[in-house]
């Protein structure tokens, strides 16, 4: 399934090296301005080649708008936008056919589908499909702002490095701010240095890491969600789960509340005039699904970039037999670097869904 949403409907389509890619989105309503800058500014911090930490495939990420739009505005009919792909190198991936990357999709596609998957790039299960959802998510970032909801996201971890924390109370722009100057998405420019060099020693030895992504979303009102298998927790975790390399995703204090007493985990109520909230955030901004008025928070874990330079241990589907891989091709050494507005998409995305339903 490429799709996603019961209100603002989201539909994302294409392979990582076919013509283009693009997603159309139904349920926006007629008359909002679109500010093409900020969504280009938001697709840009995903771009792929951008200095040496990051993919060298060169890709310009302009989005074209086939329908939807109308002297700068939704129409209130579907809107359709397209990013060409003008620097794929299919010539890498040729022998993917028969021998499958440790890692990747392309034994449970070549299964799934018999063998008639798009292999180029990794096809539809490439990171490369995050891009239209970042440009869906830009827009349902910028409709949600004018409603004073601010999303921020960073870097919490990346290999052994740790970052510092976003205020789990409030919202900080000089945190923002700090986040989107730095060389990575990181709040600590100390941490950064540091996540620098562990990048440098994994380039060294052909290798990659691993990261965790913090999302924090400010100012949603209670009151939104619902139980049970449409909870607010569930939602997120849905779109979440869309994107290549999330393997795990957490709310609040997430797997520490484990270690915790109950009189230690509780976020206690209390009267700020006549608005509630919590002492504490430990819940993440979510009860019973629904959100109670403080931020939501969740973290996501991202693999380490599959594609890795060193030689790994494989199989021929032709011969049936055991068989050495080196990957060629252009690869992030770290995925979780591109991630962080893909995160912030999706819980744009996810919120307006949401909020649309009243």
Known sequence: MSSFGKNI??????????????????????????DMEKIQAMLDRRRPGQGRYVTRRNEG????????VYEGKTTGMPLCAIIRNNDAQSKDYKNLRIIPRPGHSDYTAHIKYNGFNDIRGGGAFSGRLTAPLVFAGAIAKDLLS??????????????PVTDGDLNE???????EEAILANMLPMIDPNETAAALNALN?????????????????YNVPAGIGNPGYESLE??????????????????????KLASLKGSEANDSFYYDGDKVK????????ILGGISNGMPIIFNVCMKPTSSISKK????????QESEELVIKGRHDPCIGIRAVPVMEACAALAILDHISED
């Open 278 to 285: 919590t002492r504490t955030n430990n819940m993440g901004g």
């Open 61 to 68: 990420d302009i989005p074209e708008i086939l329908s939807g």
């Open 312 to 319: 790994q241990e494989s199989i021929n589907l032709k011969t």
């Open 9 to 34: 409907k989201v539909n994302i389509f294409g392979e990582s090296h076919g013509v283009a890619i693009g997603v159309v989105i139904e349920g926006l309503k007629p008359g909002f301005p679109l």
């Open 169 to 175: 109370i409030k919202y900080e722009k000089e945190q």
């Open 146 to 159: 004018r409603q004073g909801i601010k999303i921020v996201s960073h870097l919490k971890s990346i290999g």
């Open 201 to 217: 020693t994994a380039r060294m030895d052909l290798d990659s890491l691993g990261s965790t992504i913090a999302t924090v979303v």
């Open 234 to 255: 569930s939602v997120i975790s849905a779109i979440c789960f869309s994107v290549p390399g999330v393997k795990g995703i957490d709310f609040g204090k997430g797997f």
